[in-house]
């Protein structure tokens, strides 16, 4: 079993929005994640706080095909 069958099939991102957040966004999808919806912005009255929500397909996870 690989460490990417260990994967939840829901993450959502959170974080500045900043290039570390891009990256970690880059990251989720070279591991096999898909975007899910739009990304989500607000204010804390400091920075711009961005979220993404990914997702895997089960088909994806440990060779489980959907039913």
Same mark, same amino acid.
């Given at each position: 079993?690989?460490? +990417? ?25 070279? +591991? ?19 979220? +993404? ?9 440990g ?5």
């Amino acid at each position: 079993m690989s460490d +990417q069958d260990d994967l939840p099939r829901y993450r959502l991102l959170t974080g500045p929005d900043d290039a570390d957040f891009c990256r970690r966004v880059s990251e989720a999808l070279a +591991q096999g994640y898909r975007l899910h919806g739009s990304p989500t912005m607000t204010f804390d009255g400091r920075r711009v706080i961005v979220g +993404q929500a990914v997702v895997r397909d089960e088909g994806r996870l440990g060779g489980v095909t959907p039913v």
